[in-house]
């Protein structure tokens, strides 16, 4: 009876490990045996990433960490076994990050078109190895954290030393000198407000003969489109092309007018250029006339003749008998 016991015992013991086993290996996303595919990725580092750790695509388990190694370039390839039935992506890249914050990692499968920042590093990549990148562990993150502590623990010293007592004098005075610069601002506002309203009575009077040219100028144009709806613009400008062909009908006689009076002012020029080369040689003594004005005895010869001539002249007048003979018979 006691043996029996012995053996139900064992029994039951053995069958809870064997379900203790199952279930651990069917939480792991194990396979018994060799079943599945084998999806080999390329990483730089890998962090806690550890064989036995389950691959995920989109948030639901599919697989395993097979292998974990080191291979001749310094890279890390990770072998990871897909379940048979897992649906995979289309050119496939792989993301290493922790699935909790007690340093459990995990390995997440994306489509390239998904994650082009890792599906682009590609260089030295053996075939049928697909991309992978690895995010920060959280010690690396502790770390970065420090120094952005330790930075900032610097920028507030120098903060400290800036804002000492005399720099906060220093802002007190500059803004104490700031509100008196606005008093004497408002202060000036308030005296040139008087300015400002005749100002903008100014503009507003300007406003208003702005308002009565523009009334003008369309009463202008009105009268200007009526004149022209009318024809009496097309006459008006009839009557000049009128006026401007007289003009140059009389501008062209004047201009014939000058050419004959330059001609006629030519010819008294050179007349005038003969009567004094004409009166040049009498005053120097040369013809007829120069000598007779130059000779003093022919002068007076000349003189007596012509008193003479007029004696005779006189006596002829007196008696004509005495010089013409008439008879009839």
Known sequence: MARRNEVVTG??????????????????????????TVVTARFRAVGQLRPGNPVSFRGVTIGAVERVRLVEDGTVAVDMRLRPSSPIPEDPVALLQASSLFGDWQAALYPAAERPDIASDTIGLAPGVIPGRSLAEFSELSEHTSEIAANLRGITERLEIALSDQSAAEVSDAIRNVNLATEELLGLLRDQRAALDRLAGDVQDAGGTIRDASSALQGTLSRLDSATAGGRLDRMFASAETSAANLEAVTAEWRDAG????????????????????LARMNRGEGTIGRLTSDEVLYENTAATLEELRALLDDLKTNPGKYFHFSVF
Do not use: H, K, Y
């Open 11 to 36: 029994v039951f013991v053995l069958i809870g490990l064997a379900v203790i086993i199952g279930a651990a290996i069917w939480l792991s996303g194990g396979r018994w045996g060799s079943q599945g």
């Open 259 to 278: 050419r004959r009076l330059n001609a006629t002012l030519s010819r008294a020029d050179s007349t005038l250029t003969e009567a004094g080369d004409a």
